[in-house]
């Protein structure tokens, strides 16, 4: 039976549609325990690819014949082979286009809303990561919002739209992942905008992004307006959007919140975290859909793939927010960290201008989960 590619795009859809998916993944087992492919109908089986040398006899019968079946690996090549061998087997078997290198760099783009006089608002979701970004449209200019270093699908659909990027925005000093947004600036010709307070060791120009600051999209009334919100970075900065949407950075999550420590100033900040918290955020309306910047784990997503929820019922539903003892608070944010980020010291640096790296090393960095909150 022939053996087919499955690109990133179609597992995202069989998540986004809660379809089933048999995984068989070939990666060394630590590789598989720090990250895989999620979904909430996905079964997985890890058996390294070393171990199937000699044949896949010995698996069959571990491997259901009555599900979609997909192999995966890091890179491609190894999946292609054993999916051959399992095909050989008479099995209808599929492998990851890419591998997990790919599966990292997916962005699949998700209408969040119509807003005033034609504007709309998207959430491109990087599924393999739990990353999101932002584009704003109104009147033919475009705004973007913590954007990947896959500068490419944005500008591709600013195209396919028929818009102009204008500004481009940095909710702060990212750790976990490579901005793009000084790229795109660069290539649009648009205005990059950043914290100040991040943005201290920057050696590159920028706009200072600060609180109370308001831009305008297109020629309409579509306000994004700069909320400064510190306790995740010294600068992190959230925004409100069409007076409807908070767009949270990494400091509010739907199942968590933000950590502190990424610039090993946890104890420091922890403070700011809470001030932001329990009480700019409570100062905000309940009303306001929250769009964070990065997801945990799949059940967080809505029923169109999308990442959001009303503040008023992350105030009711999310621990990281009803914590009224503060020392508590204190000690569940500074004693309940996950990893580290994948070379995160490094990620800082390239997001501040200080290193330029190629790739292929961009893309070895970036490799493996989100890990920006406290669990």
Request: with cysteine; charged share 30%.
């Amino acid at each position: 039976m022939p053996v087919n590619s499955m690109p990133a795009k179609e597992v995202t859809k069989k998540i986004f549609n809660k379809e089933e998916l048999f995984i068989l993944d070939v990666r060394n087992n630590d590789d598989f325990k720090d990250w895989k492919i999620e979904g909430l109908n996905f079964e997985h089986l890890n058996i390294p690819y070393f171990d199937l040398l000699d044949g896949v006899e010995d698996i069959l019968d571990q491997i259901p014949s009555n599900k979609e079946i997909l192999v995966v690996c890091a890179k491609e090549g190894s999946s292609i082979m054993v999916a051959e061998m399992l095909s050989d087997e008479g099995l209808d078997v599929s492998y990851l286009q890419g591998g997990m290198k790919e599966w990292s760099e997916h962005l699949e783009p998700v209408k969040i809303a119509d807003l005033k006089d034609g504007g709309e608002l998207y959430q491109f979701v990087r599924i393999g990561k739990g990353c999101l970004s932002y584009m704003v449209i109104s009147n033919d200019e475009a705004a973007i919002i913590d954007s990947t270093r896959m500068t490419d699908y944005y500008i591709d659909f600013a195209n396919r739209k028929g818009v102009k990027i204008k500004h481009v925005f940095d909710t702060h000093l990212h750790a976990d992942h490579i901005s793009g947004g000084r790229k795109i600036a660069e290539i649009t010709n648009a205005t990059y905008w950043l914290p100040p307070k991040d943005a201290t060791e920057v050696t590159f120009k920028y706009e200072p992004l600060v609180d109370g600051n308001e831009v305008k999209i297109g020629n309409t009334s579509i306000n994004i307006e700069a909320l400064y919100s510190p306790g995740h970075t010294i600068g992190s900065t959230s925004f409100v959007i069409d007076k409807k949407f908070l767009l949270s950075g990494d400091i509010l999550f739907i199942d968590s919140i933000g950590r502190p420590d990424l610039a090993g100033m946890a104890e420091d900040w922890v403070g700011d975290l809470r001030e932001t918290l329990y009480k700019k955020y409570r100062n905000l309306s309940t009303e306001l859909i929250v769009l964070p910047s990065h997801f945990m784990i799949v059940d967080e997503l809505n029923e169109d793939g999308s990442v959001s929820k009303k503040l008023g019922d992350l105030f009711a539903e999310n621990h990281g927010l009803n914590i009224e003892n503060e020392n508590e608070f204190r000690k569940l944010v500074t004693e309940n960290l996950p990893p580290q980020p994948n070379s995160y010291q490094e990620i800082r640096e390239m997001n501040m201008g200080k290193i330029n790296l190629n790739e292929e090393k961009q893309r070895e960095m970036e490799i493996g989960p989100n890990r920006c909150a406290v669990r």
